[in-house]
């Protein structure tokens, strides 16, 4: 597997954690000016509900390729916090690999619901937003972490930390 | 294979796998997997994957946490926090250890604008920390004050482990906010007084004589974003105007248009907003996968309802079921992250709690538990040997041994257990805002 290849999922990480937080920012406007409407305008905005879950959940796929990169999912390192560097560099790639086939198996179950969803033309119930697209894109999000957490258990992306706060 | 073996089983591959630094939602996911295979098929198995992503991450109750998330990180980028603690140390200025006061007073009122106790801790401290040295400060009482300060953030609405719960245990949003808000309150004064105490006690801690900022009208203006955040999200959701995340949602426009005002969000600031929100929002999104796997799993082999039924059955006193259940928490929150805890936990244990009679209506009952579940949260930010909060202000302060750190927090935890048992035997306390507000 070439090494450089690689090396473009860290901007590609980065990218679509912005992207996911656009759509965030898109969710608050999109709230106020439904709110706006419903409170002084009697004018509500049909499917805000669904327009925040669906841009929610998107966001939420695409931030999980960041977070894989930071290696922010949390995990338990009271019992192995003796043992040599090594070791510990070792177990952290079993658990890539793991996180790996967790985000194949969910990025793959999505792109199926994407394909599903396409032929069979399902939408959300009131403004009939495309499912598809929404699946498409948790695809997209999830298949990129799987690939990030695979670059991890090769050893092929720099380790970084940096914590949330 | 009896249904028993099989729950043991699956706890048991958890367990190994976390043991040994597997991600805890990978390690939920693998066992449930294991789980659902045993217990059916591989088809069953994908045929449930199919949705879980789509149902959790595309749901409308779960978009607050994300909203909450990103209102938070706006006001730990957007310059707020300096103003605040200036108000909050002119405030309680005058008292003998009352820069540290004013820190725990700037930390309260972060929180009601910040659902996340490392992220109010580290804003706090920024600006704290040196504050508090220059004047005198001990090592210890600094970082000790500001780690346990910061579990503010996450015991006054809003809060994300309490939307966890009321996701998890279906209950009401803003009820459990009102729940909290007077016990968080307590929990600000408890601390206040832990430092009065403390400072007395232990001499050469903290400067005899503060040199107290005056309450100016200047220094007033620090906290009154923050307060006009807190009344419009707060208001809005108990006058009825909007739900808890178009509340979340409102929050975090208006903090945004704070940031602006304050001119203080840069491009590459916001573009941190959108990062870090990205990083704790995803782990918070996994865990909730790994765990609907695994207690689906679980609720197959039935042992989950079987141990409800028979706990109810026996005749322990109900507060003693309680009590030991914190207990666990206690313990289990020394060695792992409180959210996952929740995650993996709150589906086995409520229900238990649901069965038993303390004299309240179930919904009480709920909200109730709720409170005494993110008392024990807190105090696990705290506690030794894994107390995230004393590792994130620690960090920051580079001249001050861990040790010294988790020295600093014994009359926090003093308080934070006094506060407990409190709320434990007068549940009045926490549901007395819930019939008032809601």
Known sequence: MPAPNMKLLEPIAKTLSILGGLLMVGVMLMTCYSLIGRN?????????????????????ALFMPYCQL???????????????????????????????????????????????????????????????????????????????????????????????? | MSPMSLALLIFGVMLVLMVVRVPIAGAMFVAGTVG???????????????????????SYDLSVIPLFILMGHFATQGGISKALFGFAAAVMGRFKGGLAMGAVLACAAFGAICGSSVATAATITGVALPEMRRHGYSGRLSTGTLAAGGTLGILIPPSVPLVIYAILTEQNIAKLF???????????????????????????QAPEHDEAPRLTAEALKGVVPIAIIFIVVFGGIYEGFFTPTEGAAVGAAATFIAALMKGELTRDKLLHCFYATALSSAMIFMIFIGADVMNAALARTQVPAQLAELVGGMSIPPLA?????????????????????????????????????????????????????????????????????????????????????YRGITPFLVSDTLRTLLLLFFPGISLYLVGVLT
Not at chain 2, 181 to 203: E, H, N, Q, T, W
Not at chain 2, 345 to 371: N, R, V, Y
Request: charged share 10%.
């Open chain 2, 321 to 405: 079921i309680v009590g030991g259940i914190l207990l666990l928490y206690v313990l289990l929150g020394a060695v792992m992250d409180e959210l996952s805890m929740l995650l993996l936990t709150i589906p086995i244990f409520f229900p238990i709690i649901m069965k038993l009679d303390f004299g309240m209506s179930a919904e009480h009952t709920a909200i109730w538990f709720g409170i005494m579940v993110l008392m024990t949260v807190g105090f696990g930010m705290l506690a030794p040997p894994v107390g995230l909060n004393v590792y994130v202000v620690n960090g920051m302060a580079k001249d001050v041994p861990l040790a010294e750190s």
């Open chain 2, 36 to 58: 659902m295979i045993l217990q059916a098929d591989l088809k069953t198995f994908l045929s449930f994957t199919n949705n879980v992503a789509y149902t959790r991450l595309a």
């Open chain 1, 40 to 60: 002084f305008l009697q004018s509500p905005l049909i499917g805000d509900f669904e327009l925040t879950a669906i841009g929610c959940g998107m966001a939420m």
């Open chain 1, 70 to 165: 930071k290696r922010e999912n949390i995990m338990v390192d009271f019992f192995t916090a003796r043992m040599p560097a090594s070791t510990n560099a070792k177990l952290d790639r079993m658990g890539s690999l793991l996180m790996t086939a967790l985000y194949g198996v969910l990025g793959w179950r999505a792109g199926f619901g994407a394909v599903r969803a396409y032929e069979g033309e399902g939408a959300s119930m009131l403004i009939g937003f495309p499912d598809w697209i929404v699946y498409a894109c948790m695809c997209v999000g999830l298949s990129v972490a799987a690939l990030m957490a695979l670059a991890q258990v090769l050893g092929m992306v720099a380790e970084q930390e940096e914590h949330a706060a």
């Open chain 2, 178 to 204: 009102a729940a909290a808000m007077l016990p968080g309150v307590i929990a600000m004064v408890g601390y206040m007084i832990a430092i009065a105490i403390y400072v007395r006690l232990v001499p050469g």
